[in-house]
């Protein structure tokens, strides 16, 4: 005798954007697992045709309110490349600054407020705040600090409007990053503190073969620059990743899935960590050993201390800079507009972010291709959840519906970023 059990959960909380997972399960066999992206496409790609390459940075800021530096940095990077243009050292700087505040808010934000309920079994941040208030008050703090960095350099925490092709349209004195400078220290301690707390959560035993995937830079963490490589060798300027990845529409999601040879593959903070670690500085290299990370980590769920420990390298990588900082001679370069065809890829909180763009002879964008790095994880998250789902058969649907959330969770998914989460559905025969 058989019987279908269907879990569905309305929306599932805790994630950016709306989806659906749908799991079947015959007798201890795993027989379709879908992440349905029902999130409305966006067409952000189709509306930057035909506008000057000089609003492209604007528009791709609005493509998500959580990680809009990331948009800017990887569409000027890519125009910059077809302008030949080089920018001053000290705007390099500035850029790697407000990278560092949206890191610092967007890990915050997931470490305390998305994630750390799933490990200590409470529905939503609010509940976990009414027993630890203290806890989600210095998360804020430090979720403040990156805002303030972030409104500091770029006008504003949502959206920021200061990032230029060639530069920033304005770029500031060392005296006026001085009031940062101590909200930073304070966040490095609360980053350090985070750490040594995420360390005591109890960690499912799931591990998986991943291929990893990030950019990696010879001197330095990577966030604007670098090769892609992976575990497996593969070792690849920016301008050849679409030789290597490909995506493909899947009947069951308005977002692509991408694929690398044909496989699933993972980025993210625990792709960087695996693939970067030595680059990091010693001191964050001796907490990540202290606290039990060395890679190569292969458990997602131990994704929540990465976020952690990359949270310390930038409050400490704002705080270098801070010290070195000189003002540029000017602002940003400008270049007369020409017709060609650039990509960059820079590392988003949630992973690796590629943008292609063709403009004309005037500056008007032919074409523009953006990858985020949650359509390059859906593919990768489903298989986690087929490979998770045996080992929870024994427990409840209620217990194993909250797991599987979980696992979801573990990438910080962005849907809308996605679609250019979420009701589960169980079901057991």
């Not at 506008?51 to 000027?76: F, W």
């Not at 458990?299 to 800079?321: G, Q, Y």
């Amino acid at each position: 005798m058989s019987r279908t059990r269907s879990i569905k959960v309305g929306t599932l909380a805790r994630v950016e954007g709306e989806g659906a997972l749908h799991v079947r399960v015959a007798g201890d066999r795993v027989t379709d697992v879908k992440l349905e992206i029902y999130e409305p496409p966006r067409f952000f790609e189709a509306f930057l045709r035909g506008r000057s390459y000089r609003e492209v940075p604007d528009i791709t800021a609005r493509i998500c309110g959580i990680c809009p530096v990331a948009y800017q940095m990887s569409s000027v990077h890519a125009l910059e490349k077809i302008l030949g243009i080089t920018v001053h050292p000290s705007v390099r700087m500035l850029r790697r600054l407000i990278y560092c505040g949206e890191w610092i808010e967007s890990h915050a934000l997931h470490v305390y407020m998305l994630h750390a309920p799933d490990f200590l079994n409470y529905p939503d941040v609010l509940t976990l705040a009414r027993d630890h208030p203290d806890r989600v008050k210095k998360a804020l703090e430090l979720k403040k600090a990156g805002n303030d960095l972030m409104t500091l350099l770029g006008g504003r925490e949502i959206h920021p409007v200061s990032v230029c092709v060639g530069g920033f349209h304005r770029t500031p004195s060392p005296s006026a990053l001085l009031p940062i400078r101590d909200p930073l220290r304070r966040a490095r301690d609360l980053a350090v503190e985070t750490v040594e707390w995420v360390r005591t959560l109890e960690f499912p035993d799931f591990e998986q073969d991943y291929d990893f995937v990030a950019l990696s830079h010879p001197e330095e963490y990577p966030f604007n620059e670098g090769r892609l490589v992976s575990n497996r060798g593969l070792d690849i300027a920016v301008e050849e990743y679409e030789e290597h990845f490909h995506e493909k529409q899947v009947p069951h999601s308005n977002s692509l899935h991408s694929v690398h040879k044909g496989r699933a593959y993972h980025v993210g903070p625990l792709a960087r960590f695996n693939l970067n670690f030595e680059r990091l500085p010693e001191s964050v290299k001796t907490l990540a050993r202290d606290s039990g990370m060395t890679p190569p980590c292969r458990n997602p769920f131990k994704s929540i201390t990465v976020r952690a420990l990359e949270t310390v390298f930038a409050c400490e990588e704002a705080l270098r800079i801070l010290e070195e900082y000189e003002p540029p001679p000017k602002p940003r370069v400008d270049a007369e507009p020409r017709a060609g065809t650039g990509c960059a890829c820079t590392e988003a909180p949630r992973g690796t972010l590629y943008h292609r763009y063709e403009i004309s002879a005037d500056g008007s964008v032919v074409s523009a291709k953006i990858v985020p790095p949650t359509s390059q994880n859906l593919k990768r998250i489903e298989e986690d959840v087929r490979q998770l789902v045996p080992q929870l058969l024994n427990l409840s649907d209620e217990e194993m519906t909250r797991r599987c959330e979980q696992s979801v969770r573990n990438y910080d998914p962005c849907i809308s970023c996605a679609t250019h989460f979420l009701k589960v559905t169980l079901e057991r025969t």
